[in-house]
């Protein structure tokens, strides 16, 4: 981060917290991009993405082991979601992967949005929890369709979600849960031949940060409302040489004076395919600041990297050249951030004001 930058924020390295477990059958691929949470216990816990051979991912959970105030490693304690069920799986691949889950104090759950590996590719899911461990799945996000967009949101790949852990005002002035998303427009990686299609008003093919909204009221009233999104709307796309391919969401927004801080990694390279672990790309992770009363208004965006892969750590694994902030967690008073190093470890970093 340069000192003018607008965001007030840095990050600093701490070290790494998990490594994939020598003759752990499930860690084979690598431990990455984790979630996080508090549970029943008030111990936080780590809910890491674990890739066996053949790139098969499942959720574990792992308590983080705290010294002097800063996490430095974990203890593992099972599986908590895999995929079992026939949407999660395809002829020759299956996944629950890349999990994001948000404590939202009014529904008294964590909500986890993960990404299911099934027949047609990367499709976000939700789930919920009152303990970390029982996962209660709510299947397949819908995009409810908008005519002015004229574009189905669900003929997209979609990644990189994460819910707002605070109910917001949506556009059309109803309280809500918001949601952070990342279309992906290549319909050919559906159905080969189609290309890229984008909704109406986008002028930027590239992969960017959308915002969807759920009325609170639907939800208490069916929890099955958590799955169904609307109201759907841009809100930042790449801008910086750092970004300069995609940008995708990361951890779940925390709330600051300014607004809302959102980590976000930028992507430069070139992308072989949805279904391949890359080989050509760099992850560095940047940050927004939203509005806090408008959730889709950027006010402020760092014009370099906060973190980048630098040590052999974040450079050499299973997609090399990868930092990939997935939770923050506040720790003794201070705010930590856990990211994915080269889709193989997790590391972990001090977020600090720079005011």
Known sequence: MTPASPVPYRLTRVGVVMTPEPGNADEAEGVLNPASGRGPDGRLYLLPRLVSAGNVSRVG??????????????????????????????????????????????????????????????????????????????????????????MDLNLFHNKDTVFFPEPVTAPDGTESLAVLHRPMWDLGETKPGQGVRVPAGVDDERQSIWISYVPLAAVRDDLSALALWEQHRFVAGPQYPFEELKIGGGPPPLRIPEGWLVLHHGVTGVIDSAFSQQQKVNYAA??????????????????????????????????????????????????????????????????????
């Not at 923050?328 to 001090?350: P, Q, T």
């Open 61 to 150: 959970i792992a308590r983080v082991i705290v010294e002097h105030g800063v996490p430095v490693s974990v203890e593992r304690e099972g599986v908590v979601l895999q995929p079992d069920r026939g949407w999660e799986r395809g002829v020759g691949n299956a996944g629950t992967e890349d999990p994001r889950t948000t404590w939202i104090e009014a529904l008294g759950l964590h909500v986890m949005t993960y990404v299911a590996y099934g027949p047609l590719g990367p499709r976000t899911a939700v789930a919920v929890s009152e303990d970390l461990r029982e996962w209660r799945r709510l299947g397949p996000a819908m995009f409810r369709y908008q005519d002015d967009l004229d």
């Open 286 to 355: 940047g940050a927004l600041i939203l509005d806090a009363e408008d959730p889709t208004r950027v006010i402020a965006r760092t014009p370099e990297p906060l973190l980048a892969p630098e040590t052999d750590d974040e450079r050499s694994g299973i997609v090399p050249n990868v930092v990939f902030p997935t939770a923050i967690e506040e720790i003794e008073g201070r705010h930590f951030v856990f990211y994915g190093m080269a889709d193989s470890k997790i590391g972990v970093a001090l977020l600090e004001r720079t005011d």
